[in-house]
C-alpha cells in the first residue's frame, strides 16, 4: 500500500520560511514525479511544483523565486523550501505522487501565514 505522510507545516509570520517534507512508503520512490500542489478556502486544488525522477523541476509563478521543491531519493522524499511566504500562500498542502496512470495523495499539511 502506497502511503504519502507530509510534514512541517504550521504557523508563520510573512516574508518567514518554511519547509514541507513528504515521505513515501510501499512504493518504488525515484519512479516517481512528485509534486506539491495546495488549496485554499472556497478555491480549487491548484499545482505549486513539480519535481521529475530525473531532477527537472516546474514551479507555478505565483511561487517562483519562492519556493524551491527538491527530492531525497535515498529516504523517499520530497520537499518543499517556502521562503518569503505571503498571506496568499495560506493553504492546505498536499504531496502527489504520479507514474504514468497511477496517482497517489498525501492527507495534507496546513500552512497557515499570518502575522
Known amino acids: 500500500q502506497v502511503q504519502l505522510v507530509e510534514s512541517g507545516g504550521g504557523l508563520v509570520q510573512p516574508g518567514g520560511s518554511l519547509r514541507l517534507s513528504c515521505t513515501t512508503s510501499?512504493?518504488?520512490?525515484?519512479?516517481?514525479?512528485m509534486g506539491w500542489y495546495r488549496q485554499a478556502p472556497g478555491k480549487e486544488r491548484e499545482l505549486v511544483a513539480t519535481?521529475?525522477?530525473?531532477?527537472?523541476?516546474v514551479a507555478a509563478d505565483s511561487v517562483k523565486g519562492r519556493f524551491t521543491i527538491s527530492r531525497d531519493n535515498a529516504k523517499s522524499t520530497v520537499y518543499l523550501q517556502m521562503n518569503s511566504v505571503k498571506p496568499e500562500d495560506t493553504a492546505v498542502y498536499y504531496c502527489?505522487?504520479?507514474?504514468?496512470?497511477?496517482?497517489?495523495w498525501g492527507q495534507g499539511t496546513q500552512v497557515t501565514v499570518s502575522s
Open positions: 519535481i521529475t525522477s530525473g531532477g527537472g523541476t
Open positions: 502527489n505522487a504520479r507514474y504514468s496512470v497511477l496517482a497517489y
Open positions: 510501499g512504493t518504488i520512490f525515484n519512479m516517481y514525479t
